[in-house]
C-alpha cells in the first residue's frame, strides 16, 4: 500500500471513498472479507487495463491471456481446475522434504559468509529452487524464467505505465519461448512436475491449448515466487526484532507453523487486493455504487483492533490469526499450501542454523510498490 492510500486508511474509517484515485478503500477486517467472499464483488484488471493497450495489437494476445486467469470468468475458473491438483496440501507435502533440502541447501551456502543478505541470498534462492522443482526446469532453468517473470509484476501494480505493460508483454513471450520446446519433451515422457501434468491433463475430454498451458505456467510463475520470498525475508526480520521468538521457534519445531501465520498477519507480503462492484452495495454502513473500484488494505485488515488484540504485537503463539494476506472467495491463494511450507521450512532452518544472526543495521528499504509489502534488502551478520 502507497504512503497516500496508507494514510487515507490510517486517517478514514473502515471505508474511504479516495476522491483523486476514485477508489475505495477498504481498512476492516470484517469489511475486507465480505468483499471477499461475496461474487458481486469481482476481479477485473483485464477490463481496467485494456483500454490503456490500445494500439498495441502485438502486445496483448499472451499478456491478455494469462490476465484473463486472474479474473472471474470461465477462463478463471478452468485454470483453478488445473492446477488445483499439483498444488493441493497433499501433493505439498509429499515435496516438504525437497523444500526443506532446498532450504538447507541455500543455507549451506551461507555457512562460512560472516554476513549476508536475506532477501538476495537466501528467500529468493529457495524460492527459485521450489519453482525448479515444481516445474523441474532445473535451477538455471528457474532463473532464466524467474528473470522474465519479474518485468511481468508491473500489471500488478495500481496505474502501471505504458511502457512497463509494454515490457511485460514482451516478457510473456520471452517465457513463451523459453517454455514451448518442453511441451513436446513433457508430453512423450511425463513425470511428476507441473507441466507434465498439464501437458497429459484433458479437460471436457480434451487437451488443454498450447496457449492456455503457456499462460497456466507463466501465471504460477508470477503468483509463485515473489510473495513467498517476500514472506520469508519479512519473517526473518520480525524473528530477528523478536529474539526470544525466534529461540522458541528453532527449538520448537512445531511452532514454525503458527510462527508463519503470525507473520502472514503482521507483514503480508501483498499489500492490496483489488476488486469491482458489479452492483450496487452497502459496506460497514457506507454506499458503495455499481462499477466502484475497491482497493482492500491487507495491512490494515489484519491490524484490525476490532478483530485482534494488540494488533501491533507479534504472536508466534497469538491463537487463530485468521488473516487476510492468502485472500479468500473465489481467488483464495492457489499455492498458499506451498507457500507455507517454504516459508516454515526455511525460516525454521535460518535459526537453527545460526542461532547468533543478528541485523546488520536498521536502514531498511521497502520496494516502491504498492503490490508487494517487500524488503530491497535484509542484511545481517554472525554476532
Ligand atoms: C506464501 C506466500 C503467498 C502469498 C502471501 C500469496 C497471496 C495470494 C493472494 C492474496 C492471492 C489472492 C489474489 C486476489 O484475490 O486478487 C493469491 C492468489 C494466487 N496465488 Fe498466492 N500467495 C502466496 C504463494 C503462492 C504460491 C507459492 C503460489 C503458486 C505456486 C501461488 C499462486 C497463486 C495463484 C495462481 C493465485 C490466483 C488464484 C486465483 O485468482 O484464483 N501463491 N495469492
Do not use: W
Request: proline fraction near 8%; charged fraction near 25%.
Amino acid at each position: 500500500m502507497n504512503a497516500r492510500l496508507r494514510a487515507f486508511a490510517d486517517g478514514g474509517g473502515p471505508v474511504h471513498h479516495d476522491r483523486e484515485m476514485d477508489v475505495y478503500v477498504i481498512s476492516s477486517h470484517e469489511a475486507a472479507k465480505t468483499v471477499l467472499a461475496d461474487p458481486a464483488f469481482v476481479t477485473d484488471r483485464l477490463d481496467r487495463l485494456l483500454p490503456r493497450l490500445g494500439g498495441f495489437d502485438e502486445l496483448p494476445s499472451l499478456l491478455n491471456a494469462m490476465l484473463r486467469l486472474f479474473m472471474d470468468g470461465p477462463a478463471h475458473d478452468r485454470f483453478r481446475l488445473t492446477v488445483t491438483r499439483d498444488l493441493a496440501p497433499k501433493r505439498i507435502e509429499e515435496m516438504r522434504p525437497r523444500i526443506g533440502a532446498i532450504a538447507e541447501a541455500a543455507l549451506d551456502g551461507l555457512r562460512d559468509r560472516p554476513a549476508f543478505d536475506i532477501v538476495a541470498d537466501l528467500a529468493y534462492p529457495v524460492t527459485a529452487g521450489v519453482i525448479a522443482e515444481l516445474l523441474d526446469i532445473g535451477v538455471e532453468g528457474a532463473r532464466a524464467l524467474l528473470g522474465f517473470a519479474s518485468r511481468i509484476f508491473a500489471v500488478l501494480e495500481l496505474r502501471p505505465d505504458e511502457q512497463q505493460l509494454l515490457d511485460a508483454g514482451e516478457a510473456v513471450r520471452d517465457c513463451a519461448t523459453f517454455l514451448l520446446p518442453l511441451l513436446p519433451e513433457r508430453s512423450a515422457n511425463p513425470g511428476r512436475d507441473l507441466i507434465s501434468s498439464l501437458v497429459t491433463l484433458e479437460l471436457d475430454g480434451a487437451p488443454l491449448p498450447i496457449e492456455e498451458t503457456l499462460t497456466i505456467i507463466v501465471q504460477i510463475l508470477i503468483a509463485g515466487h515473489e510473495p513467498p520470498a517476500h514472506l520469508i525475508a519479512n519473517g526473518a526480520l520480525e524473528l530477528l526484532r523478536h529474539p526470544a521468538q525466534a529461540r522458541r521457534v528453532r527449538d520448537d519445531p512445531r511452532l514454525a507453523a503458527s510462527a508463519v501465520e503470525e507473520i502472514l498477519r503482521l507483514d503480508s507480503p501483498i499489500g492490496y487486493l483489488s476488486r469491482t462492484a458489479t452492483e450496487d452495495a452497502v459496506l460497514a454502513g457506507n454506499p458503495i455504487p455499481k462499477g466502484a473500484q475497491l482497493v482492500l488494505d491487507l495491512a490494515a485488515a489484519n491490524r484490525d483492533p476490532a478483530r485482534y488484540d494488540a494488533p501491533d504485537r507479534f504472536d508466534v503463539l497469538r491463537p487463530d490469526p485468521g488473516h487476510l494476506s492468502f485472500g479468500g472467495g473465489a481467488h483464495y491463494c492457489i499455492g498458499r499450501a506451498l507457500g507455507r511450507a517454504e516459508a516454515e521450512e526455511t525460516l525454521r532452518r535460518l535459526f537453527v542454523r545460526f542461532p547468533d544472526l543478528v541485523l546488520a543495521g536498521e536502514d531498511l528499504t521497502t520496494r516502491p510498490s504498492a503490490a508487494f509489502h517487500a524488503l530491497d534488502r535484509l542484511p545481517v551478520r554472525r554476532a
